[in-house]
């Protein structure tokens, strides 16, 4: 009996979760979402391309659906959700969402993303969202003393893709 109330607890979790990334997918452009790029410091290419290897990040996959099996039948792509927890002083290194838009949700923690939009550094705070489009390059690290948990929802194009 307690794993299947372990078992329904989790599952209950993670459809909460996925609630939360489809209304933020939904209501798009008209949410607000703290922790994003002041209006005033959105510029592009404000920020050059850093070289650092990722540190103390754990990536884990949670879920995917190959979308060419279902109705919306877009070959070669891949919705899936997955789960980061970046130890304090931890990087995810630089990369593009050129071919990969995503939604974040900073679940426990606080983190610093550097974008390439942004000319100042954006800080993500627990119960934060964050989108990332097609105009965004960045890196995040995690300047403090906490471990940081992060929920990323992604649309993966090249299913050999290693960037983060």
């Not at 979790?13 to 209006?39: E, Q, V, W, Y």
């Not at 391309?49 to 990536?59: E, F, L, S, Y």
């Not at 050129?98 to 900073?106: L, M, S, V």
């Amino acid at each position: 009996m307690l794993n299947r109330n372990t078992t329904a607890r989790g599952l209950g979790r993670k459809l909460m979760l996925a609630g939360i990334l489809a209304a933020a997918t939904i209501a798009g452009p008209t949410l607000a979402f703290a922790g994003g790029c002041p209006s005033d410091k959105f510029k592009a290419d404000v920020r050059a391309p850093v070289a650092h290897a990722a540190k103390g990040v754990t990536d884990t996959v949670l879920a995917a659906i190959d979308l060419a099996k279902e109705p919306a039948k877009i070959a070669g792509r891949q919705l899936r959700l997955r789960k980061l927890v970046i130890e304090p002083g931890g990087i995810v290194p630089w990369h593009s969402h050129g071919d990969r838009p995503a939604i974040i949700y900073i679940a426990d923690g606080e983190i610093v993303e550097y974008a390439s939009n942004c000319a100042v550094p954006i800080v993500h705070k627990a119960g934060d969202v964050a989108r990332e489009t097609s105009g965004t390059s960045h890196w995040w690290q995690n300047n403090g003393t906490k471990t940081v948990i992060l929920f990323s929802s992604d649309i993966l194009h090249d299913q050999h893709d290693k960037h983060m």
